[in-house]
C-alpha cells in the first residue's frame, strides 16, 4: 500500500499576515495552505506571493504538509504566483478555478520548467460549474505521465457563489457535486478534501459537516480558523474500535487456513477480502498518525 498522509485538518492562513504564518508552524494541524488568492487583496497580492515564499524556503512547519494556492492562472497574478511557488517548493501548490483539465497541463508544464522538485505536487481547487460538469476529465489529468496532480479541494463557497445554491444545514443543495468529486478523485487515485465551514460560532454544526464530509468519503476538511482544527482532526481519524476492528481482520486473515480464503466468518460476521484492504487502510492511516507524520498523535 502507498504511504498515507494523513490529510484530516487543512487550514488555510493569509498569505499577507506574516504573523498568521507564523503561528502556523506551532498549530496541531495536518496541512496547511498558505494563501494568495480570496484572503488576500489585490494590491498586497505581490507582497504577500514574497513573503509566502520566503517562508516555505525557512521551513520549520515540521511533519505539517505546506501547500501554497494560488490566483487563478488567467488572473493577472497567477502565472507569477506559480512560477514562484516552484522556486519556493513547498510540498503542493494548489491551483484555484481549475475548470479544464488542460490548466493543470498548464500549471505541471510550469513547475517542470522552473525544476521544481518532482516531489511538488499539484492540487485543484473544484470550486466553479464546469468544474463540477468536467470533474471526471480533470481527475483524469492524474493518470497522464506529465501529471502532478495529487488531490481536490472542495470550493464550497465559490460553487454557492456561482450556481446561487444556497448553503443550507446538511448541505442537501450540493450533495450530488460533493459525492461526483469524491467518486471521481477515487477513479484516479486523488485525495480530495472537504470545503469550509463558515460559521465559526457554530461547533455543532461545524462537527456536524465535518462527519457528513467523513462519511461521504472525503480525506478531511479545510478550515478558517485555528479553532476548528481540534474537531476536524478527531472525525476524520478513526476510532480506537475501529482500528482494533481492522487489526482482527487483518491478523484473521493472516492466519495460514485463511490464506487463500475470499470469504470468512469473523466474531459472527462474513468478512471479505474487500474488508480486510479497508481494514489495511484504517491500519496505516491510525499508524500514520501515531507515528507522527502528522503533527497529531
Request: glycine letters at 6%.
Amino acid at each position: 500500500m502507498t504511504a498515507i498522509r494523513p490529510r484530516r485538518s487543512v487550514l488555510y492562513m493569509p498569505g499577507s499576515n506574516a504573523r498568521a504564518i507564523e503561528k502556523a508552524r506551532s498549530l496541531p494541524v495536518d496541512c496547511v495552505i498558505l494563501d494568495l488568492e480570496d484572503s488576500v487583496a489585490p494590491d498586497a497580492k505581490e507582497a504577500a506571493r514574497e513573503a509566502v515564499c520566503q517562508a516555505v524556503r525557512a521551513g520549520g512547519f515540521g511533519a505539517r504538509e505546506i501547500v501554497i494556492r494560488t490566483n487563478a492562472l488567467d488572473t493577472p497574478w497567477g502565472h507569477d504566483d506559480l512560477l514562484a511557488a516552484a522556486g519556493a517548493a513547498p510540498d503542493a501548490v494548489l491551483i484555484s478555478k481549475v475548470s479544464d483539465p488542460d490548466v493543470l497541463a498548464t500549471a505541471a508544464l510550469a513547475l517542470s520548467a522552473e525544476r521544481a522538485p518532482d516531489a511538488t505536487r499539484l492540487w485543484a481547487m473544484i470550486e466553479t460549474p464546469l468544474a463540477i460538469l468536467r470533474v471526471e476529465a480533470i481527475a483524469a489529468a492524474a493518470r497522464l505521465e506529465t501529471s502532478r496532480l495529487a488531490c481536490f479541494v472542495l470550493g464550497t463557497n465559490d460553487l454557492a457563489k456561482e450556481t446561487r445554491a444556497r448553503l443550507v444545514p446538511g448541505r442537501w443543495t450540493m450533495l450530488p457535486w460533493l459525492a461526483g468529486a469524491v467518486a471521481a478523485a477515487r477513479a484516479h487515485g486523488l485525495d480530495v478534501l472537504d470545503g469550509v465551514y463558515n460559521d465559526l460560532s457554530d461547533a455543532d454544526g461545524f462537527r456536524a459537516e465535518c462527519e457528513q464530509g467523513r462519511d461521504l468519503g472525503f480525506d478531511g476538511k479545510t478550515l478558517i480558523h485555528p479553532n476548528q482544527v481540534a474537531s476536524a482532526n478527531e472525525v476524520f481519524a478513526p476510532t480506537p474500535a475501529e482500528v482494533e476492528t481492522a487489526r482482527k481482520i487483518l491478523a484473521a486473515f493472516a492466519r495460514p487456513e485463511n490464506a487463500d480464503r475470499g470469504v470468512i466468518s469473523l466474531d459472527g460476521r462474513m468478512v471479505e477480502r474487500l474488508h480486510a484492504e479497508m481494514a489495511a487502510r484504517t491500519v496505516a492511516l491510525a499508524d500514520a498518525i501515531e507515528a507522527g507524520n502528522s503533527p497529531i498523535s
